[in-house]
Each structure stands twice: as C-alpha cells, then as structure tokens.
C-alpha cells in the first residue's frame, strides 16, 4: 500500500511539474514572439508588410495570459500606427476592462481611437465631441475611484494629450490652473503641462 501511495504520489508531482514547465516555456515563448514583433515595427514601422507580420504575431501573443496587458497595449498602438482605427474599436471593445492596466483605458481607447477616425474624415465636429466625451469619462472615472499615484500621473498625462487637440493653449492653461487649486499637492506635476 504504501509503494501504491508512493507512486501516485510521484506521478502527480511529475504531472504538475510538467505542468508548470510547459506553462513557463510557453510564456518565454510569448514573450520572444512579442519582442520579434516590437523589433519588427521599431525597425520597419513605415513598411507596411512588416506592420502586417508583428500585427500577426501580435495576435499569436494574445493567448499568453502572463503577458495579456502588455500584448493589448501593444497590439492597440500597432492598429493605431497602422491607421486601423475600426478594427481598433472592434478589438477594444471585445475585451474586458480587467485586460487593461487601468480601468479607464478602454473607454479612453475606445473613444480615442474613435475620435481619431472622425479626423480620418475630416469629421472634426464628431472628433471634438469624443475628445469631450473622454475628458468627462475621466472626470466621473477620478471621482467615483480612489486612485494611486501612478494611476493619477497616467490618468491626468492621456487627459492633456486629448485636450491639446481641441484646445488652445489658453485653454489648457486655464484647465491646468483649475487642476492646481483642486490638487494642490500635484502642483508641480501639473505645471508640466501649461502651455
């Protein structure tokens, strides 16, 4: 009995050594195919075959769970470089919000990377109210959340990269000023933004 109890008991500890092995070889894998397909676009990004080929490894990469935030930050500034902004809001808006590295980004994206097709259109009446749509979403998402430092430096960084395209400079100024006194603490932070 006690051989029987010795052998099962080797056997699932081979099974689950095995079992993590592969788990592990599978996630080096993932993350050699993400790095050819970042050198891939780093090196080529005008090309497009090459955009093409790191899009499908990028897609291959999408199935390593280790890795999934940073295979969809990826794959979404792939689509965006590659000016496919329909499939960008299909890809984006199949995926959970846990998928992100905050919880505002896929809105943001979303919105964004609509926003950035109406532009492709010369839409800018659409894009306008997008980029509005995102500084609201943002607003309601800081206010029901408590937020960390880095999310608050994340947040507030994307916030002024949509801004500055339907606002003039004295208009970010004005909102960096209100941001100031609401934040008092941050203030340094802010001031990189002022125009």
Do not use: W
């Given at each position: 009995?006690?051989?029987?109890?010795?052998?099962?008991?080797?056997?699932?500890?081979?099974?689950?050594?095995?079992?993590?092995?592969?788990?592990?070889?599978?996630?080096?894998?993932?993350?050699?195919?993400?790095?050819?397909?970042?050198?891939?676009?780093?090196?080529?990004?005008?090309?497009?075959?090459?955009?093409?080929?790191?899009?499908?490894?990028?897609?291959?990469?999408?199935?390593?769970?280790?890795?999934?935030?940073?295979?969809?930050?990826?794959?979404?500034?792939?689509?965006?470089?590659?000016?496919?902004?329909?499939?960008?809001?299909?890809?984006?808006?199949?995926?959970?919000?846990?998928?992100?590295?905050?919880?505002?980004?896929?809105?943001?994206?979303?919105?964004?990377?609509?926003a950035l097709e109406y532009n492709s259109i010369d839409d800018t009446a659409k894009r306008d109210l997008m980029y509005k749509e995102i500084k609201d979403d943002i607003g309601?998402?800081?206010?029901s959340r408590t937020i960390g430092d880095k999310e608050f430096k994340e947040i507030y960084t994307d916030l002024f990269s949509v801004m500055e395209n339907y606002l003039d400079?004295?208009?970010?100024?004005?909102?960096?000023?209100?941001?100031?006194?609401?934040?008092?603490?941050?203030?340094?932070?802010?001031?990189?933004?002022?125009?």
């Open positions: 009995m006690y051989k029987i109890n010795l052998i099962a008991a080797f056997i699932c500890f081979t099974l689950v050594f095995c079992s993590c092995n592969r788990q592990v070889k599978r996630n080096e894998a993932c993350r050699d195919k993400l790095k050819t397909a970042r050198d891939l676009v780093y090196a080529n990004y005008n090309r497009q075959s090459a955009l093409d080929s790191a899009l499908h490894i990028t897609n291959e990469c999408m199935q390593c769970d280790s890795l999934k935030k940073e295979v969809v930050d990826f794959k979404i500034t792939l689509l965006i470089t590659m000016k496919r902004y329909i499939p960008g809001i299909a890809f984006i808006d199949s995926l959970k919000e846990s998928d992100f590295t905050f919880g505002y980004k896929q809105r943001f994206l979303s919105k964004g990377l609509r309601q998402y800081v206010k400079g004295d208009q970010i100024n004005e909102e960096v000023k209100a941001l100031k006194m609401k934040y008092p603490e941050k203030q340094s932070f802010f001031d990189f933004f002022k125009k």
